[in-house]
């Protein structure tokens, strides 16, 4: 959920300087924030990489690539 909410201000960060539609600084940037946000991506990728890792030992031919 958090990577989900997080789309939509990289955006604004981006394309519009950290600011919303109407030039309004985007309050959740933060450090905090940041921090947050790269914990939950480096979760994410970890289960991937974890996912991965079953799939080859079961069987390499099992990867979709």
């Known amino acids: 959920e958090l990577?989900?909410?997080a789309i939509?201000?990289?955006?604004?960060?981006?394309h519009r300087n950290g600011k919303?539609?109407?030039g309004k600084?985007?309050?959740e940037l933060n450090m905090s924030y940041?921090?947050?946000v790269l914990k939950a991506m480096r979760a994410?990728?970890?289960?991937?990489?974890i996912q991965i890792t079953k799939l080859?030992?079961?069987d390499d031919d099992a990867l979709p690539f």
């Not at 939509?8 to 981006?14: D, E, F, G, K, T």
């Not at 994410?44 to 990489?49: A, I, K, M, T, Y």
């Open 3 to 5: 990577l989900m909410k």
């Open 8 to 14: 939509p201000i990289r955006h604004h960060c981006v």
């Open 20 to 22: 919303d539609e109407n």
């Open 25 to 27: 600084k985007i309050a």
């Open 34 to 36: 940041a921090v947050s």
């Open 44 to 49: 994410l990728v970890r289960g991937v990489e």
């Open 56 to 58: 080859r030992k079961e």
